[in-house]
């Protein structure tokens, strides 16, 4: 399942990078890095820590998200020195890959 999880969200993530046309080769790797460290960590947590109802897993999937996007702004902004296109990259990238598992939670 984790494997799955973070392939497709590298998969969906440099796609929407791609979209925002960003040729650089060495950030894509850096964005996959980062994408595996917030994408494991999400999901280790919720698969190995975290119980509780519905509504407490919605919540602490919603905090984690503005975490994920917080951590990841900062990381690209570490490499880009662009407070713009950090923004610009980790709200697209993570709404990207939040929407398309929301869709595919909610298909399963």
């Known amino acids: 399942m984790l494997k799955c999880t973070l392939a497709l969200t590298i ?10 046309k960003e040729k650089s080769p060495l950030f894509h790797a850096y964005w996959i890095a980062v994408n595996t460290l917030t994408n494991l960590s999400i999901n280790l947590y919720l ?6 109802s519905v ?4 919540l602490t999937v919603t905090v984690i998200e503005i975490l994920v996007f917080a951590t990841e702004y900062l990381l690209c902004l570490l490499y880009t020195k662009d407070k713009k296109k950090s923004v610009k990259y980790s709200v697209i990238c993570n ?14």
């Open 95 to 108: 709404l990207t890959s939040c929407l398309f598992g929301l869709i595919i939670i909610t298909i399963l």
């Open 11 to 20: 998969l969906l993530e440099c796609l929407a990078l791609l979209l925002l």
């Open 55 to 58: 509504l407490k897993y919605w």
């Open 47 to 52: 698969c190995l820590v975290f119980s509780g």
